[in-house]
């Protein structure tokens, strides 16, 4: 059953907050309390014209009477002069900006930055960072950002750095972060706190963070740490604990839905086309010279969808979203024939995740998985390179020179780049500002460019991926000039398989 449950007014615009079920209503607020619900519901306030906010959690939706003290900020001598310094409360970022004259306003965010009024004392906050998964350019520049905006903006003293990744929590000291201890750390690639796969008990983590009297949890990780940062809120929720749980983006494939790019992104970009540019010396050097460069995208393939439209000098991106063959007509070798026909040579990018069903017609399929269930993938570089090679030696007159470059982990081991560190900048104290406002149980990130607070629920439903019904990967194909390896058929399932994954381009 749907049901207005109260009357707000946001920007002159009457609001009301819906949810599915009338169980579980706080009747202080109007909010969804858990009262009787296993998972928190959505926070959806509508309003005129089709406008929708998808909420995110705040303290005092679960805990009652909480006291709130003046921002800090406002007698900081830098922002004190600065006008409209402090969020409006009712400013909201709408995640579509492309709209028709008719249509509705859509779905939109709760704006990120400070507010007036801030849930914590300052001597009384005892925050923690983790960092989860793989590496990214640009961790450790976030870790100094959330210390040095906890310290500098707000006067918070202690902060504890979770050591190895969730599994952290329960079996490692901590580590006492100061801005004297990050002042250099953004220098340097990888992440100061280490980080793992596996090893999320939440129990355990939630214990932690009891017994040490955390009550801001900054966790910084991909799509599975940010899973992970959603039970951990649940399970805080459920204890009724004072603790705000703010989740910071880390994807360096691009696989997070919402938010338009994560820092490190644009740094691997960068740090691809060194290799790019490798590669096409490397194959206009030598007669019929491929070069062939693997890059990462386990599951999206942002990076070498974005590193060969950077490049230029790529004939040809195969990402894990577009199917491709080898033999016959519209197939890889011929086109690979014919570009060394034309051109004499050719750079071919691949991203790790591309191919993996005709790998496993061939190989013997693996279905190992890491240590957080992700699937383990075979080396798709390696094995295009051999057939690659067998073809051309076996079954034509042509003789190539293959040269490969296996770029994965160089691309993400490297510090972050300057506009990559003007976001992690950002997004920090996006994610300071929030916790200390109250709001938890969400992530922060840019949507078309302003940061916003969304919820968890809409940043785990799904992975983002690239849409190859696209205009983007329809510049790509322009642009390489290299077969879609589509037919008709697989054109009209793929559109309708990701109408809904569809984003303004
Ligand atoms: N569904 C889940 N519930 C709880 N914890 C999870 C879940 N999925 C992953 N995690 C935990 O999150 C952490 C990181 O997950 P994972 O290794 O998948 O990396 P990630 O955050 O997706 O980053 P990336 O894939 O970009 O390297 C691990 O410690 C893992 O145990
Ligand atoms: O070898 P690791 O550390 O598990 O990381 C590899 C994975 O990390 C990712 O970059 C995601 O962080 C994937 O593209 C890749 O498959
Ligand atoms: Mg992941």
Redesign the pocket.
Known sequence: MELTVSNSVSNGVAAEIITKDKVGLNPRNGFVSMEGLNKLQPKIVTGDCGYILEDVPHLSDYIPHLPTYTNPLQFNPAYSVVKQYFVDIDDTVAQKVVVHKNGPRGVHFRRAGPRQRVYFKSDEVRACIVT?????PGLNTVIREIVCGLHHMYDVKRVLGIVG???GFYSKNTISLTPKFVNDIHKRGGTVLG??????D?KKIVDSIQDRGINQVYII????????????FEEIRRRGLNVAVAGIP????N??PVIDKSFGFDTAVEEAQRAINAAHVEATSIENGIGLVKLMG?YSGYIAMYATLASRDVDCCLIPESPFYLEGPGGLFEYIEKRLKENGHMVIVIAEGAGQELLSENLRSTDQQ?????KLLQDVGLWISQRIKDHFSKRSKMAINLKYIDLMYMIRAVPSNASDNVYCTLVAQSAVHGAMAGYTGFTVGPVNGRHAYIPFHRI?EKQHKVVITDRMWARLLSSTNQPSFLCTKDVIETSSKTENNLRNC
Not at 132 to 136: D, K, S
Not at 195 to 200: I, K, Q
Not at 221 to 229: C, H, P, S, V
Not at 370 to 374: H, I, V
Request: proline letters at 0%.
């Open positions: 989860c998964g793989g590496l990214c990744g969730y599994r980080t793992s796969r596996g090893g999320h939440t990780g991909g799509d599975g740490t940010q899973k992970g940062a959603a039970v951990i880390k994807t360096i494939d696989d997070i386990r890491d240590a957080s269930g992700n785990i």
